[in-house]
């Protein structure tokens, strides 16, 4: 399966700059297993996942006991750099207060692991695990969460000098919109909008907190926030309520999030959409003197962004009532997603989708990092912390053979490698997954690892992706 776009694969860059780095990503609830024990404290997914029967986290990928396995699996395949999360509730089971020793103990562990074998980690505070104690709480839309997080990255920043590449949240979008808008994850809320802006900007307060920490204790290394961004394109760029629908889409998704990390501050045309978005919902959003301080002061220090791509969106006017629904099964077609007020995703018949509906446009992400480029000249690096394919793989004879994810990978580096070479400051690629893992509404049918899990006996098998990100890794090429 190809990808439709203007410029064929074979006009893109194939070189591989030698300071690239070559990386993969995890995050801690989706392969550590040991949910509950080790001292660790509950998140919301733990209770979730239990009422609604459907999957376990536990053991996952059992990374708690085989990080060493794993580890050796990045050297020996050309992975030089892995994205690992820290589960907070193993730090602080209850959030803040008493600190879990197992658990701090643990990540050095890991972390002394990943230099030994020469990969080098790149660490996330945040990854959809507020302990429950806090979520139960009202998560980031309670402000004592937001204290709470700067206490608990204050805390790694002085108890893990070895990590030198910190990143405080992944995917403030997609947690809000899942939470409080498309209502598929714990909180379970639909249409609030009003909710997603205020918590995005909450959490956008937390990351300025612990950005302004970073720097106040003086730690060397580099810091930043991780967004799941896609590039919103109208689908007739020449119908004004296309473009109108891509615009409000792009405020809710990219740009406020983007205006405040770059910026610390939101652009007339994003509080002008939220605040209209927010109505809408019949709320309002609250935007306090004090946090526009502290995102301004945090502005400047950011060092890296990392940009998780999936998928871009085209956007068609939408008068009618809210339309959702998400296709977590892989039954293809299934998915619909139209917002009141903001607008109706299609799909072309020339565009490839994965199994899950999401569009496969690789020149997505480029338009995406060139964007940045241009817009926030100031935005200093740039890390692809997630991208790859979901599939519902098959071990066949003890080998996978997925060329649709290899070429996923391909295309997506190629057009990496072009804003690189037009100037962006790219200086990394990390594939999602590492290994095949907990997927978070689709179980364990969604894999998209470089090495397949046997989930039975939690054996690791490398997929063709894995032999061919070696090879790309190792000459520095990807037409291998
Ligand atoms: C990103 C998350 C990851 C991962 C990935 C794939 O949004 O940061 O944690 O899950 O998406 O998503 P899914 O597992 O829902 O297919």
Redesign the pocket.
Known sequence: MAAEHPLSAKALPLDIPRDFIFGAAT?AY?CEGETLTHGKGKVAWDDYLAEKGLFSADPASDFYHRYPEDLKLCRKYGIDGIRISIAWSRIFPKGTGKVNLEGVIFYHHLFAECKAQGVEPYVTLH??DTPDALYSEGDFLNRTTIDAFERYARFCFEEYPEVTNWFTF??IW?AVSNMYIEGTWPRGQRYRLDLAFQAMHNMMVAHARAVLAFDELGHRGKIGVVH?LSTKYPDDPANPGDVAAAAAEDVLNNQFLLDATFDGSYSDDSLACAHHLAGIAGGSLVLPEEDLGQIKAAAPLNDCLGI?Y?QSNFLKAYDGPNDLHHNATGEKGTERYALAGVGERVSHPEIPRTD?DWLIYPQGLYDLIMRIKDQWPHYGAILVT?NGM?AKDELVDGEVHDAERIDYIRQHLSWTLKARSEGANVRGYFV?SLMDMF????GYN?R?GLFYVDFDTQERIPKDSAAWYAKASKERRLDG
């Not at 997927?439 to 689709?442: L, V």
Request: proline share 0%; glycine share 4%; aromatic share 30%.
């Open positions: 995050a989706q990854h959809f992944n995917e997609a799941a998780n999936y899950w997630e979901g999602w997927s978070w509404t689709n969604k998209y």
